[in-house]
């Protein structure tokens, strides 16, 4: 997970009141973190969510999408101040999001990735100790400490 995300991109208390506003976000802090144009990354995420909702069910969200400038997979993890409707599979309200964005060629390695996302966020005491963290540095700790010690 530690070279998916940094503590950079991780938003502790993300304020939103719409899937659209809580994408338009996560494209904000991505692009300060990857270099990328907002715009850019909001129109990939959007574009990915007309073709179904990446709202996963138990209050999660994995948002992903392809930029061709990218020259890595990059991962953002945000905990909503308060849930938001996602359009999600279960129509449950959404707390966690983690954005992945992957270069157009990635192939493999983007589908990694979100796998690895998705294995982490199906541990309901991982989601339950992230619910309970309102501090960046403890959430990227969980993040990255939870995965290494699964992996032993």
Do not use: W
Not at 13 to 18: E, G, Y
């Amino acid at each position: 997970m530690h070279e998916l995300i940094t503590p950079g991109g991780i938003i502790a208390n993300l304020k939103a009141s719409s899937k659209k506003q809580a994408l338009q976000e996560l494209a904000r802090k991505a692009a300060e973190v990857t270099g990328q144009h907002e715009r850019a990354i909001f129109d990939v995420l959007l574009e990915r969510e007309r073709l179904g909702t990446t709202g996963v069910g138990h209050g999660i969200a994995i948002p992903h999408g392809k930029l061709s400038s990218l020259d890595r997979v990059y991962g953002l993890f945000a905990r909503l101040e308060r849930p938001i409707d996602f359009d999600a599979i279960d129509e449950q309200p959404v707390d966690l999001m983690f954005l992945l964005l992957a270069p157009e060629q990635a192939g493999a390695d983007h589908l990694k990735a979100l796998a690895r996302v998705s294995r982490l966020l199906r541990d309901s005491s991982v989601c339950d100790k992230l619910r309970g963290c309102d501090k960046a540095d403890a959430i990227y700790a969980l993040l990255t400490e939870t995965e290494a010690s699964n992996a032993a």
